[in-house]
């Protein structure tokens, strides 16, 4: 094998004939950004928009080169320097990394200064929600003449499901807008959707109003927190978890639930209940327990599981080794990113971290990281909480109310917001908690209890061999082990070797390892250290078709315009989750700019000098094949925002977006 050429450290070996300098990069985008631009074989209208937008802000403040631990993940953030200097700069500057946690906010409403009651877009004007208090328009002509210009000819629900149920609210309206604003029907297309449930696990307006108002009741959980509240010889400080024995009484000749995993991932259907906003073709609210949710009503004979709780054996098991498992992702692991990832071939899915005590309290945001798509066949969520009652009550209301295959308790959250309040990675300092958490949980779910843990919480402090045979003992059905402690972030690459023998701790329980996978070699490497499978996080995100390298063991030089077919997808998705009127289009806008901080960092396999990219490897300045592809390298904001005017339209005035974190992006 030829040797290598000398590249500075942390920096991906890009072949030198497509290398340049900040200046030439950004002034290649200027030039090519104006009439006449091919765009890489890309659609007339993508230059037409790209035209528009010649004014982008390329040569801002950049990221200096990589110093020191090339691995860490907030390497290319900003920078007030000069960035040709920056290699020789003082090592006391400090570096972008963490959140921003004052980023401007401003929510997708306020795009909009004149809004139609939901009323007259629903068709029910007479019957307004807020009644002589509106604060709405109702005539829909003043609407109408205020009402910004269409983004596009086609609008996808319509297409997809032969009625949009945003009216003349929609972006797109002009494909469904008859004479007198009236909304068009495609009938037939219609039909075909009727009944039909394309994303479940919705909070309905009865359950919500039942968790306000606290009238949902928790039998089995309340059940187990009473045995937790008497002493157990320990001076009255609730005991340990070893009280949950009022809920399960251990059963001499039942296999514990982690030998093995069965073959029955399909989750329980309960019966669909409730109100939502939106048609069946789009959502369908979740099961609800009714007005007494504490005892499932059921019609016909009574059979030996209504009156005798299963034992862990009995319950369903999760048959999911050696499959590919996209990691639960806050912010970008949204429904329509899922979908992306789905079609590339990730076999296993898990929702966004959702705060217990939000559910708990019926609030809308939080219960919406609980949607599943129909096409997500092996679907979980995540919670995260630092308190056994809170934890408990929650896993039996999910339980109760929604559809899933496995409940993951987040144990590896690393951020000061979580760790302080007792949650996430503080959960393995605080072993009486974390245990009756998991026998809590396990003992009102009928699904099976995953647990996601780090390495540790200090540096060179592993824990993480101590605290698994506990986990398996107290029920959980599987571990996933990130190789990486709290406080290193993702300073250093993760430690596959402490993986590895962790995953030998932990047999006969399934564990699945996660760090620093963006290639097929990387995931058969992971394979090798005996773990049960590999969880895929950042990997997904900077190059989804990952689970396709994977599967076919081959590296995919996927093409500019295969890379924005893929864009366009999410846009669609996302206006099909989150709406077609401003406020949706913005909200789809928001995450599509979130993914693009994470999907500038693929390098195309064209361009490397040598395979395959590394995930602590930084992306030099280089020119693309096309000009599409030198677009998509760009970490600056203003060339994001570019991409998704080619996709979404013009952003409204006053837009501005800043990502979520410091490293990936400057201005």
């Known amino acids: ?201 919705n909070l309905s307006k009865d359950l919500q109003h039942q968790l306000r108002k606290r009238k949902f009741t928790f039998k089995k959980a309340d059940e187990y927190l009473r045995g937790l509240a008497k002493p157990h010889g320990n001076g009255g400080k609730g005991g340990k978890a070893t009280g949950c024995s009022t809920e399960e009484p251990e059963v001499p000749n039942c296999t514990t639930p982690q030998e093995g995993l069965g073959n029955s991932p399909d989750c329980p259907v309960l019966p669909e209940q409730g109100e939502d906003p939106k048609p069946d073709a789009l959502q369908t609210p979740g099961p609800t327990a009714g007005k007494e949710a504490s005892s499932m009503k059921t019609v016909g004979p009574v059979t030996d599981e209504d009156i005798i709780k299963l034992r862990s054996c009995e319950k369903k098991k999760l048959e999911i080794q050696g499959k590919l498992y996209l990691a639960p992702l806050t912010t970008c692991g949204n429904l329509p990113f899922r979908r992306i990832c789905k079609r590339f071939g990730a076999d296993v899915t898990c929702g966004e971290m959702a705060v217990c005590t939000n559910l708990l309290q019926g609030q809308s945001s939080e219960w919406a990281l609980l949607k599943r798509h129909h096409t997500e066949d092996i679907f979980g969520v995540q919670l995260e909480g630092a308190f056994p009652d ?138 090798q250290m005996g773990v049960s499978g590999i969880m895929i996080a950042r990997g997904a995100l900077i190059k989804p078709w990952l689970f396709t390298e994977i599967k076919e063991q081959r590296h995919w030089d996927i093409s500019s315009s295969e890379r924005f077919d893929s864009l366009k997808d999410f846009t669609n998705y996302g206006l099909e989750h989150w709406g077609s009127d401003t406020q949706g289009v913005e909200k789809t806008r928001k995450f599509l700019l979130e993914w693009l901080s994470f999907l500038c960092r693929y390098i195309p396999v064209g361009l490397l000098e040598y395979l395959p990219q590394k995930i602590n490897e930084r992306p030099p300045y280089y020119m693309g094949r096309d000009y599409l592809e030198t677009l998509m390298a760009s970490q600056n904001v203003d060339d994001w925002i570019k991409i998704s005017e080619l996709l979404l339209g013009p952003v409204p005035p006053s837009f501005t977006f800043l990502p979520k974190h410091k490293a990936n992006s400057y201005r």
């Open 1 to 201: 094998m030829a040797a290598a050429p000398a590249v500075a450290a942390g920096v991906a070996p890009v072949r030198a004939r497509f290398l340049a300098s900040k200046e030439q990069f950004h002034a290649y985008l200027r030039a090519r950004a104006g009439p006449g631009d091919p765009a890489g074989g890309e659609e007339q209208e993508e230059e037409e928009e790209a035209e528009e937008e010649e004014e982008v802000g390329g040569c801002q403040s950049e990221p200096p080169a990589k110093r020191l631990r090339p691995e860490d993940l907030g390497e290319d953030g900003e920078s007030r320097g000069d960035a040709g200097a920056a290699a020789k700069e003082p090592a006391e500057r400090k570096r972008a990394r963490g959140q921003n946690k004052s980023r401007p906010c401003m929510k997708p409403s306020r795009y909009e200064q004149s809004r139609l009651c939901p009323s007259v877009t629903q068709g029910r004007a007479e019957k307004c929600y807020f009644g002589p208090r509106c604060r709405f328009l109702h005539d829909v002509g003043e609407y109408m003449a205020a009402k910004p210009a269409d983004l596009g000819r086609s609008c996808v629900l319509f297409e997809t499901f032969g009625k949009c149920i945003y009216g003349v609210t929609c972006r797109f309206a002009q494909a469904h807008l008859g004479d007198g604003y009236q909304n068009i029907v495609n009938t037939d297309l219609a039909k075909q959707w009727e009944g039909k449930s394309l994303v479940r696990n």
């Open 390 to 527: 809170t934890m408990t009550k929650c896993a039996e209301l999910l339980n109760q109310t929604i559809e899933v295959d496995f409940v993951d308790i987040n144990v590896g959250c690393p951020i000061d917001l979580v760790y302080k309040k007792g949650g996430g990675c503080a959960l393995m300092t605080r072993s009486n908690k974390f245990e009756q958490i998991v026998r809590g949980m396990n003992s009102v779910l009928d699904v099976p209890l995953t647990v996601k843990i780090r390495t540790g919480v200090q540096e060179k402090m592993n824990v993480a061999h101590k605290i698994i045979p506990k986990i398996r003992e107290w029920g959980a059905s599987m571990v996933t082990l990130h190789g990486r402690s709290r406080e290193q972030r993702y300073t250093r690459g993760a430690d596959w070797d402490y993986i590895a023998e962790c995953a030998k701790i932990a047999s006969p329980m399934p564990l699945f390892g996660n760090g620093d996978i963006l290639s097929y070699e990387d995931a058969n490497r992971a394979m």
